[in-house]
């Protein structure tokens, strides 16, 4: 099983989709989880292996989640209260088990986040070195020539001809360049503003980007979208020639990734979940077999146990309404 959930790993790294490792480090009986078990958790909470238990599978999903969210691995504790404390746990997410699970298991959340994205706009010797450069880094740089055709982007890894970056699913974590240098400047600045993308450069002097915002502004484009440029790109080197303009770019790119978290992490699509009023355990809405309605609300559980017990007693239990949509 575990040879197999590898060998998916690598198909999902090779396609670029960002997921989750998952690997039982330890486990105490009685518990489902086997040490050593792997499993695969993908951005939409799908799970690909065996993580345990019901009550385990929701909470490691939330957090291999939150994991690929920030780009941080997590190291988890499940299990009795009593043994969710202790020096030796420190640097661990603590994940108290209070249903009728006994066991205990530690669990390491391996996020694997495609490498940061470059999209580079235009055509010009700038445009060109910014994305080998990138690629020489490990990045992933596409050059974006509008009408134009690879063969004038010599050593490029890749080249796209068209204008829409809806079609590079251009995110919050991209990277965006506009390098086209009096060649469709407007049209490829609005583009780039068109999309979420965490970055938008203009490699421009400030009077031509004076010129291109006032052009934009012309043709309804908001003050506040045009703030999100930053023109010139790259750091303050002075005048350099194009290859130079290049590295202070992917230099300004380096710092943003390890200072504002751009390109850290992935956007997910996290399964609504609720928590269970009786032990406190994450419950996945869409899967769930124990619910009861109380109050006009539904409360949903992790196990028939939980269940049971707030039927017999429900306002021991307040606050059982709560919910962990992400």
Known sequence: MSLEILRQAERLASAGEPFVL????????????????????????TVRGWLGGACAQPTVVQEAL??????????LFLGPPDEAGGEHRRGMTMVPMACESEGAMEVYLEPMIPAPRVVAIGRSPAVDALARLADGLG???????????????????????????????????????????????????????????GYVGLI????????????????????????????????????????????????????????????????VEAPATAVDPVCGMTVEIAGARYSTEHGGTTRYFCAPGCMRAFEETPD???GSDERRDR
Do not use: C
């Not at 251009?170 to 503003?193: I, M, S």
């Open 22 to 45: 998952v690997t039982v480090v330890w486990r105490r009986g009685p518990s489902s989880g086997r040490q050593g078990a792997k499993a695969i958790i993908r951005r939409d909470g």
């Open 66 to 75: 939150a994991a690929l969210g920030d780009g941080r691995p997590r190291l």
């Open 139 to 197: 990045w992933r740089a596409v050059v974006v020539d509008d009408g134009g055709d690879p063969a004038d982007h010599p050593g490029v890894p890749r080249v796209e001809t068209s204008l829409d970056l809806a079609a590079l699913d251009v995110d919050e974590h991209t990277f965006v360049v506009v390098g086209t240098q009096g060649h469709y400047d407007p049209e490829a600045l609005q583009a780039a503003l068109a999309t979420p993308a």
């Open 204 to 267: 421009a002097s400030e009077k031509r980007t004076a010129a291109i915002f006032a052009f934009l502004r012309s043709r309804g484009v908001s003050d506040e979208a045009l703030a999100r440029v930053r023109a010139p790109a790259g750091l303050d080197l002075g005048n350099i020639e194009h290859a130079e303009m290049a590295v202070s770019i992917l230099a300004q790119l380096v710092e943003l990734k390890a200072l504002a978290g751009i390109a850290a992490g992935v956007t």
């Open 316 to 318: 021991r239990f307040p």
